[in-house]
């Protein structure tokens, strides 16, 4: 898995937040264009609304699915240092989840009622929404006291870990960077004394 990839697998409104890993000259955006937008879409996919997923992004969808992020950002990073998430987060979540409003919609498969959640909006102002319901999900959740950032010092991901010894965002990423570094620590000391 290489770092330009987004890191899938975790609650949604983690994958989110997880769309801005740290690099050398900073944090990047891995939802920087409409396109990089489609792609994470397309691979949260089981997770979303299939109007959103099967739509185009353009540059305007983009601004509430970063102002989304930031605001559940500010509220899981508050919750990991043990302090109360900001109140601006939480109304902006809030307000993003108003702005579509799901609407169950009835209709009829021939042999029973259904009913299917739709918004309706611009297609950033619907996935903001769907993605501010997701963070809620997670803020509300009881397991966000099991919250986690990965151990790694270049690393700014989020994580909630389903094993209590969990200490990397991904084995892959993370904790094999980790290990390589220990085994070169270990088979040449005077090397990493230097380091």
């Known amino acids: 898995m290489a770092d330009s990839e987004p890191l899938t697998g975790e609650a949604l409104a ?3 937040i997880n769309t801005r890993p740290l690099r050398g000259d900073g944090r990047a955006d891995l939802l920087d264009t409409p396109r990089q937008l489609s792609r994470w879409l397309a691979l949260e996919a089981d997770r979303l609304q299939e109007d959103v997923t099967a739509a185009a992004p353009t540059r305007d ?4 699915v970063h102002s989304v992020r ?4 500010a509220a899981v990073r508050a919750l990991l240092n043990k302090t109360a998430p900001p109140a601006s987060a939480l109304r902006e979540l809030t307000e993003a989840q108003r702005a579509a409003p799901p609407v169950r ?3 009829w498969d021939g042999t029973a009622v259904t009913a ?4 309706s909006g611009p297609l950033g102002i619907r996935l903001a929404a769907e993605l501010a319901e997701a963070a ?3 803020l509300t959740d009881p397991s966000i006291g099991r919250l986690r950032e990965c151990e790694a010092g270049d690393c700014v991901m989020v994580f909630l870990p389903s094993h209590p010894r969990r200490r990397w965002c991904s084995p892959i990423r993370c904790g094999n960077r980790a290990r390589v570094a220990r085994y070169y620590r270990r088979h040449n ?3 990493a004394s230097r380091a």
């Open 14 to 16: 983690l994958d989110l």
């Open 61 to 64: 969808d983009l601004l509430p």
């Open 70 to 73: 930031e605001h559940t950002e």
């Open 105 to 107: 919609e009835l209709g």
């Open 116 to 119: 299917t959640a739709h918004r």
């Open 136 to 138: 809620v999900d997670l």
């Open 189 to 191: 000391p005077a090397d």
